[in-house]
């Protein structure tokens, strides 16, 4: 079945640092790919995805670039502040029947120090 | 504009007792919706999802039920609850292949 896989953490690091979060999958067809994130106390939001293959995602200075041949979508930002603390989530979406639902990684906390 | 909606909040509940968890959404039709937990270390797990009203879809056998009585409306629920069921319960719907989630339920089973 479908699977994502995202690197161990937490994560801490100092602000203006640049982040990598790794994620990689398994998934049968093509899947759309998406990271989400969730602030201290709240529910998941979307922070950026890719639907095809060599696609770049962005938003609010992240970025992710769909790379079917390392079957990965790495979360880069190149100067972390300390308002992306935040718990990161990698998921994929693929068909299923009628049917789509999101695949999850199990997410990591990321701290940022001032 | 469409918004997803959950309540309670925060619940803190004794082994044993009853559950119920509701979830609405606003400004669609038919919406697909979704009912995860997020537990400590475990990242997220798809618990049910439906398609329509009165269709019900499990993921993971357990001690929870769901149930959607009308088109914008989900439940989880249990008959009695057990210490494992302690957990970040998430709501969500969908559009193409994008999950929106509400704001959470965080019970504590105690």
């Known amino acids: 079945g479908d699977s994502v896989t995202q690197m161990e953490g937490p994560v801490t690091l100092s602000e203006e640092a640049f982040l990598t979060i790794n994620c990689t999958y398994t998934a049968t067809g093509y899947p759309s790919l998406f990271w989400y994130v969730q602030y201290p106390g709240e529910g998941l939001q979307l922070l950026l995805k890719a639907t095809k293959a060599d696609d770049k995602g962005s938003n609010k200075g992240f970025e992710a670039t769909y790379r079917k041949e390392t079957t990965s979508f790495h979360l880069e930002k190149g100067s972390v502040q300390v308002s992306d603390s935040a718990v990161y989530f990698c998921?994929?979406?693929?068909?299923?029947?009628?049917?789509?639902?999101?695949?999850f990684g199990k997410g990591i906390t990321l701290s940022v120090r001032p | 504009s469409q918004t997803i909606h959950q309540w309670p909040a925060t619940l803190v509940q004794p082994v044993g007792s009853p559950l119920s968890l509701e979830c609405t959404v606003e400004g669609t039709s038919n919406p697909n919706l979704y009912w995860y937990r997020q537990a400590a270390g475990r990242g997220l797990q798809l618990l049910f999802y439906s398609v329509g009203i009165g269709q019900i879809s499990s993921e993971v056998p357990q001690n929870l039920s769901a149930s959607r009585p009308q088109d914008r409306q989900f439940i989880l629920s249990s008959k009695k609850l057990l210490l494992s069921d302690s957990g970040f319960y998430l709501c969500?719907?969908?559009?193409?292949?994008?999950?929106?989630f509400g704001e959470g339920s965080r019970l504590t089973v105690l």
């Open positions: 969500a719907w969908r559009l193409g292949g994008e999950l929106f």
């Open positions: 998921a994929l979406s693929a068909w299923t029947g009628a049917n789509s639902k999101l695949t």
